[in-house]
């Protein structure tokens, strides 16, 4: 079955779900014509996600903490053991099951450690969602509740290293947030592994802002605020958590309804995260996607702050249509990154507030250390505002029901009156009559 959309291209273990199609990067110059370069340039760099592949260096051996436990997630889900550490102790580890059949099992279905056959719990619907380089994503219903959900079909021998895939599925097993995409089952066979999660149908953020993007900016500040404050709560839950995602875009938000009033958004696609606490050794594999890339992640020396500055970048293009920093290729943008300077053109920037510009700044400071954490960003005066707004708008819908609820009252009475009226004008006839 051919599938009706095309993904960007993507490596390493970057087994995100892309509905966008391939386009070359926009050549122009022009500040006001950045927007459309930049939406021809592969959707914002769909095809620009980079990895470092087959490396051997620290930051990929240690994906996560080995004395983790083998989780089991919801009310089915199977557990998924953590990654091994090393291509050594994975061995070690092979060598000492206690049975040739677990030995197999593990052999066969690596990521999940047992065989299992998503169909006997699931019936999956033909028709494809969206089709990447690694596979495909369709609509399933649970036989027993007649729930629907969405179900990622990944074809393993495509993925250059299980262990990336098995680090994904075992890190969203361990994360419950309301701002973050739930997985509600997994399952493994000889050629696929199953990840069911949560059906969100209101599409990306990207498309959005590709509807709505004009030369006078993009989405107006209230929305965008509301869209910021849930994806920086997902991202202080992670950073709390000691979880780096490492690839926050906008194709990587998505909107859980089709209604245009819901801006309920979820933070999907675990593939390039990693677990790092606090105090930790620095990362040091340039990992993302080129946009959203910060200075510091670019020169193989970084932490959860790189997460921030990824924010920083949605927020900047959520209000203008277009990144801060641009090229012609990937080389041209991460130049225009380790710069890090940027304008607010007035075009597009002429109506924006200043604190919205100033919680821009606090996002992109260059020095990670001086860079707003998560934590500190749902304190800024742009983000709380938006709560006084929101309160404010709930005060007024408030008394407008009130006010519809006294009207209509007052109504009912009227009625009530006229009818008694009317009931002794029908009395007093009656009486004439007889």
């Known amino acids: 079955m051919e599938c009706s959309q095309e993904f960007g291209k993507s490596v390493d273990f970057d087994i995100s779900v892309d509905f ?17 370069d930049f939406h021809r340039s592969q959707e914002f760099g769909r095809d620009r996600t ?10 990929d051996r240690d994906l996560l903490d080995d004395t983790a436990a083998a989780t089991g997630g919801s009310r089915r889900r199977r557990n998924v053991q953590p990654p091994s550490s090393s291509p050594s102790s994975r061995r070690q580890q092979h060598h000492s099951s206690s049975t040739s059949s677990s030995s197999s099992s593990n052999q066969v279905c690596p990521v999940t450690g047992h065989h299992s056959n998503i169909l006997n719990d699931y019936y999956i619907f033909p028709t494809v969602l969206g089709k990447g380089h690694y596979g495909c994503v ?3 219903m649970h036989r027993k509740t007649k729930h629907f959900y969405a179900v990622k079909s990944i074809e393993k021998l495509k993925i250059g290293r299980l262990d990336h895939l098995q680090r994904e599925v075992y890190l969203l097993s361990k994360i419950h947030h309301r701002g973050i995409m739930k997985m509600v089952d997994i399952f493994e066979d000889v050629e696929f592994v199953h990840i069911v999660t949560e059906k969100y149908v209101g599409g990306e953020l990207f498309d959005k802002i590709i509807d709505y993007t004009t030369d006078e900016g993009c989405f107006d500040e209230i929305d965008a605020a509301t869209i910021i404050k849930s994806l920086l709560e997902a991202v202080a839950y992670l950073h709390r958590n000691g979880i780096v995602h490492r690839d926050i875009k906008p194709e990587n938000v998505l909107f859980v309804s089709e209604d245009e009033e819901d801006l309920t958004v979820k933070l999907i696609d675990f593939g390039l995260s990693r677990r790092h606490k606090k105090g930790d050794a620095y990362m040091s594999n340039p990992v993302g996607t080129a946009y959203y890339m910060s200075p510091e992640l670019l020169k193989g020396k970084y932490d959860q702050s790189c997460d921030v500055w990824s924010t920083g970048i949605v927020v900047y293009i959520l209000l203008c249509g277009y990144p801060p920093f641009n090229g012609d290729t990937d080389p041209d943008i991460f130049e225009a990154i380790k710069q890090a300077s940027f304008h607010f053109p007035s075009q597009a920037w002429g109506h924006v507030s200043p604190e919205a510009k100033d919680f821009i700044k606090c996002l992109l400071r260059k020095d990670p250390r001086k860079r707003f954490t998560a934590e500190e960003a749902l304190k800024h005066p742009w983000i709380r505002n938006l709560d006084r707004y929101h309160e404010h708008e709930q005060q007024q819908q408030q008394q407008l029901e009130a006010a519809e609820r006294t009207t209509s009252s007052r109504n009912k009475s009227r ?7 009317r009931n002794l004008n029908l009395k007093q006839a009656n009486i004439r009559q007889h």
């Open 50 to 59: 980079l990895s470092t592949q087959g490396s051997s260096s620290e930051d």
């Open 415 to 421: 009625e009530e009156l006229l009818n008694v009226m």
């Open 138 to 140: 369709r609509e399933c």
């Open 20 to 36: 966008g199609k391939s386009a070359d990067l926009g050549k122009s110059n022009d500040m006001f014509n950045c927007s459309q």
